[in-house]
């Protein structure tokens, strides 16, 4: 069974840094595409670092926000830094099988099957 686990959300001022984690379960990391997205209230949940073959930034996190993966941990991170207020929703992980092959992936919410519950990030003064 497929399990994501996402941790390290919290309330953060403008400027600070947070680190999110997000461990899988009942599979192997290895040969999944990852993903972060966020949603903010009253948005849609939009794509903002995915990795696969490539990795691939949304234009309003770039140069702040960097995913990495530890495939012997089963966890991918998000590094955050230099919070705006606008970075504040909840963040999910994904993941999604690409198999042995390299594949490029997209950062399309509709693309990744498997979702974690989220975690609030709160960036206020």
């Known amino acids: 069974q497929v399990q994501l686990v996402e941790s390290g959300g919290g309330l953060v001022q403008p400027g600070g840094s947070l680190r999110l984690s997000c461990t899988a379960s009942?599979?192997?990391?290895?040969?999944?595409?990852v993903g972060w997205f966020r949603q903010a209230p009253g948005k849609e949940r939009e794509g903002i670092a995915c990795?696969?073959?490539?990795?691939w930034y949304a234009d309003s996190v770039k140069g702040r926000l960097t995913i990495s993966r530890d495939n012997a941990k089963n966890t991918v991170f998000l590094q955050m830094n230099s919070l705006k207020l606008e970075d504040t929703a909840v963040y999910y992980c994904?993941?999604?099988?690409?198999?042995?092959?390299?594949?490029?992936?997209?950062?399309?919410?509709?693309?990744?099957?498997?979702w974690g519950r989220g975690t609030q990030v709160t960036v206020s003064a």
């Open positions: 990795l696969s073959s490539s990795v």
């Open positions: 009942g599979f192997a990391l290895d040969y999944y595409a």
């Open positions: 994904a993941v999604e099988p690409v198999g042995y092959e390299p594949v490029v992936m997209g950062c399309a919410p509709d693309d990744y099957d498997y």
